[in-house]
């Protein structure tokens, strides 16, 4: 499986972006598809997951309400929306993938990453 995240920028504070992630590959093996992200000189943090179905969704408590995960399986793309946008939320994002039928918000879980994409938010 790979992954390819896309739709990173630098924008204001409160502004809105939209991360892609792209599967390919052997996609009917995943389960879970996931949001992290890493600030500088931090440990990377879950941030969303969605099932296959997009039945079952979750989210980091500091993203609720202000960020949704969507997917779109016939394009094999998760999506990131994310509203009102926050400095705190400046990071590079990575999305990944889990062939496990049980959803995890631990990095360990993930068996598949993708190269990451910067955001970055100015006050």
């Known amino acids: 499986v790979q992954l390819q995240a896309s739709g990173g920028g630098s924008v204001q504070a409160g502004d809105s972006l939209k991360l892609s992630c792209a599967a390919s590959g052997r996609t009917s093996s995943i389960h879970f598809m996931g949001w992290f992200r890493q600030a500088p000189g931090k440990e990377r943090e879950f941030v969303a997951v969605?099932?296959?179905?997009?039945?079952?969704?979750s989210y980091t408590d500091s993203v609720k309400g202000r960020f949704t995960i969507s997917r779109d399986n016939a394009k094999n793309t998760v999506y990131l929306q994310m509203n009102s946008l926050k400095p705190e939320d400046t990071a590079v994002y990575y999305c990944a993938a889990d062939t496990s039928p049980i959803y995890s918000s631990r990095r360990d879980r993930y068996d598949y990453w993708g190269q990451g994409t910067q955001v970055t938010v100015s006050s």
């Open positions: 969605i099932s296959r179905s997009g039945s079952i969704t």
